[in-house]
């Protein structure tokens, strides 16, 4: 028996339409997606810090709001004690 002839292994060269109209799409369409993502992730940080900010802000009102209610709180005390020393004399 004689061996099988092996024939060496070539490309095509021809290209057919729909398999570059299908490469093309999904090459702009991948593109697209890039260019999505990077335009939401820049708006998420922008939004990142604009919390920031509104929670810094916040926290400063509400320190604000503590420090006057212990200030009113110390009064109140003040004038209970000296209603109570009135009351025991």
Do not use: C
């Amino acid at each position: 028996m004689s061996a099988p002839v092996q024939t060496p292994w070539r490309l095509d060269r021809s290209v057919n339409v729909g398999d570059l109209l299908v490469f093309l799409t999904l090459l702009a369409s991948g593109i697209g997606y890039v260019i999505h993502q990077d335009a939401r992730s820049t708006k998420t940080e922008v939004e990142v810090v604009s919390l920031k900010e509104t929670d810094t802000r916040h926290d400063q009102a509400i320190k604000d709001i503590q420090t006057g209610v212990d200030r009113r709180m110390e009064r109140i005390e003040a004038k209970l004690d000296r209603l109570i020393e009135r009351g025991r004399q």
